[in-house]
C-alpha cells in the first residue's frame, strides 16, 4: 500500500501490482471497502500492471466531503497518470460499479465492468430498495434523510465493522446475504473480507458516509450517453445489490452485455467467477486471435 498526492492536496491510497506496463487494469471497492479487497485479483495478474484504490474518506485516503460518484474521476485519472497508463479496463464491485462507469468519461478506458453493481437513486423506472436486504433499507432510509441523519446511524452500526472478525461476519451482515453468500464465506474469505472492513474504516466511517449521500442523488454523468463496452456481471441470490439494478443498467447503457449467474450472490459471485471476470476483462478486451490461449495460459498464477 503507498500514498499518492492529489492536485487538491489530498492524499489517496492505492495498491498495484508492480508490473510495468502501459495497459493496466483499475480496480473499484464496494461500500465499505478499501484497495485492499482486492488483493488476491492483483496477485493474480501477471499481463499488465494493476491497480486498486481507496475512495476518499476510506483507509488512509483523505476525505472528499460532498463528493458524487462522478467527482471520483479526478482522484483516479491522476493514478492512471502516474504511472503512465495509455489504456485501461475497469473492473467495480457493488458500491464501485457506478464508479466504473464513470471511468468511461476517460478516452483511456478500454472498457468497464461492473458486478453487481448499484444502479442510480431516484429514476422512475428503477425501485433502489426493493429485494434488498432490511439493514439495506435502514441505512439508505438513513441518507435520504440527509448527512445528520446517516451520521447518527453510522455512529451506531459502524463501530461492529470496524472491528469485526471472519468469525463474526456473517452474523454483521445478517439479512445482506443469502445461502450462496453465505456458503461462500469459507473461514479464508470471511477473514479476508474482514480485514478490509477493518481496513476501510480503521480512521472513520466518513468514506462510507459520503459514498451513502453519492448514492441518494444522481450519479453526476449520463449512463445513456456510455460508448465504451459496459460487461455488467449480476447473480439473483443477492440482497445488497439486487437483479434489478444490473437488469435497469443493462437497459439503459446501450453498449452493455449483461451476464447473468443463477444462484449467486453479492460474494459468491467474485469469489466463484474470478478467473472468469478477470479473462473476461484482459484477454477478449485487448487480444484476439491465435494469440489468445497462450495468453489465458498465462494469465493467471494459481
Known amino acids: 500500500m503507498a500514498l499518492f498526492t492529489l492536485k487538491d492536496g489530498r492524499k489517496l491510497e492505492y495498491f498495484e501490482n508492480g508490473v510495468v506496463?502501459?495497459?493496466?487494469?483499475?480496480?473499484?471497492?464496494?461500500?465499505?471497502?478499501?484497495?485492499?479487497?482486492?488483493?488476491?485479483?492483483?496477485?493474480?495478474?501477471?499481463?499488465?500492471?494493476?491497480?486498486?484504490?481507496s475512495r476518499a474518506g476510506y483507509g488512509n485516503s483523505d476525505r472528499h466531503k460532498g463528493r458524487t460518484v462522478a467527482d471520483d474521476l479526478f482522484d483516479q485519472t491522476q493514478v492512471l497518470d502516474h504511472f503512465?497508463?495509455?489504456?485501461?479496463?475497469?473492473?467495480?464491485?457493488?458500491?464501485?460499479?457506478p464508479h466504473s462507469l464513470n471511468m468511461t468519461r476517460d478516452d483511456?478506458?478500454?472498457?468497464?465492468?461492473?458486478?453487481?453493481?448499484?444502479?442510480?437513486?431516484?429514476?422512475s423506472d428503477l425501485n433502489f430498495l426493493e429485494g434488498m436486504g432490511p439493514e439495506n433499507h435502514e441505512e439508505f432510509g438513513a441518507a435520504v434523510a440527509?448527512?445528520?441523519?446517516?451520521?447518527?446511524?453510522?455512529?451506531?452500526?459502524?463501530?461492529?465493522?470496524?472491528?469485526?472478525?471472519?468469525?463474526?461476519?456473517?452474523?454483521?451482515?445478517?439479512?445482506?446475504?443469502?445461502?450462496?453468500?453465505?456458503?461462500a464465506l469459507t473461514a479464508e474469505v470471511a477473514e479476508a473480507d474482514a480485514a478490509s472492513f477493518r481496513s476501510a474504516l480503521k480512521h472513520g466511517f466518513s468514506g462510507w458516509l459520503d459514498?451513502?449521500?453519492?448514492?441518494?442523488?444522481?450519479?453526476?454523468?449520463?449512463?445513456?450517453?456510455?460508448?465504451?463496452?459496459?460487461?455488467?456481471?449480476?447473480?439473483?441470490?443477492?440482497?445488497?445489490?439486487?437483479?434489478a439494478h444490473s437488469e435497469w443498467l443493462h437497459k439503459h447503457i446501450p453498449s452493455s452485455t449483461l451476464n447473468f449467474v443463477p444462484g449467486h450472490g453479492h460474494i459468491s459471485l467474485v469469489e466463484i467467477y474470478r478467473n472468469q471476470i478477470i479473462d473476461n476483462a484482459l484477454v477478449d478486451t485487448w487480444f484476439v486471435g491465435p494469440v489468445r490461449e497462450k495468453l489465458i495460459e498465462n494469465l493467471l498464477v494459481s
Not at 506496463?21 to 494493476?50: M, N, Q, Y
Not at 483511456?108 to 429514476?123: D, K, Y
Request: glycine share 12%; charged share 25%.
Open 21 to 53: 506496463s502501459e495497459k493496466a487494469i483499475l480496480f473499484l471497492h464496494g461500500t465499505p471497502g478499501d484497495a485492499t479487497v482486492w488483493k488476491k485479483w492483483l496477485s493474480e495478474i501477471k499481463i499488465c500492471r494493476a491497480i486498486s484504490t
Open 84 to 97: 503512465g497508463v495509455k489504456e485501461f479496463v475497469v473492473i467495480g464491485w457493488s458500491g464501485g460499479g
Open 108 to 123: 483511456r478506458c478500454a472498457a468497464a465492468f461492473t458486478l453487481a453493481g448499484v444502479g442510480e437513486f431516484g429514476r
Open 146 to 183: 440527509g448527512e445528520e441523519s446517516i451520521s447518527q446511524w453510522m455512529e451506531k452500526n459502524a463501530p461492529s465493522y470496524q472491528h469485526v472478525t471472519g468469525s463474526d461476519l456473517i452474523e454483521a451482515l445478517g439479512g445482506l446475504i443469502g445461502d450462496a453468500d453465505k456458503a
Open 211 to 243: 459514498d451513502d449521500l453519492a448514492f441518494v442523488q444522481p450519479f453526476g454523468f449520463e449512463i445513456e450517453k456510455i460508448k465504451k463496452p459496459v460487461v455488467i456481471w449480476q447473480g439473483n441470490d443477492d440482497f445488497m445489490v439486487p437483479q
